[in-house]
């Protein structure tokens, strides 16, 4: 046990973090041969209203600039993602999901609401970190 409650509470969340991602990481390759962040990133392009910067779409995805870059590069070659480059700026490009990316995805997501009531059904941490266990009472 750490010394401050905040820091209880971060640890407790990376670890449940970890758990969780070891799982998804394994599913959706599984399933759907994708990576958990291929997955962010598709969650981000599928909220999005129309095309999306690369550059937002990697600020909204947590994720780095090259790792965004070579993700959407798979994603764009197995059809699942389409670029255009940016009207306003000749060195960035825009990007969405495909009519096939976005049946994609919505087949992972029901894969990942399984993979995390079936984790959070097994660990009481996940739970408890997700805001579960109150609504499990």
């Keep these: 046990m750490t010394e401050t409650a905040l820091t209880d509470r971060w640890v407790a969340v990376t670890r449940a973090c ?6 998804a990481e ?6 759907h041969g994708l990576c958990a962040s291929a997955f962010e990133i598709m969650d981000v392009m599928a909220h999005a209203d ?4 690369a ?6 995805a947590s994720r780095s600039q090259p790792q965004v870059s070579r993700l959407l590069a798979q994603m764009v070659s197995a059809g699942y993602a389409e670029r255009k480059p940016c ?7 825009d990007t969405r999901l495909t009519p096939a990316g976005r049946q994609l995805f919505a087949r992972s ?7 995390l009531n ?12 997700m805001g579960l266990n109150a609504a499990r009472r």
């Excluded at 970890?18 to 799982?23: D, F, G, L, S």
């Excluded at 394994?26 to 399933?31: E, T």
């Excluded at 129309?50 to 910067?53: A, F, K, M």
């Design 50 to 53: 129309g095309w999306i910067r």
């Design 118 to 129: 079936e984790v959070a059904e097994n660990n009481a941490e996940v739970r408890d970190v």
């Design 26 to 31: 394994r599913v959706l390759a599984d399933n």
């Design 87 to 93: 009207p306003n700026d000749r060195r960035g490009f």
């Design 18 to 23: 970890a758990q969780v991602n070891q799982v």
């Design 109 to 115: 997501v029901a894969t990942m609401e399984a993979v």
């Design 55 to 60: 550059g937002e779409l990697s600020a909204r």
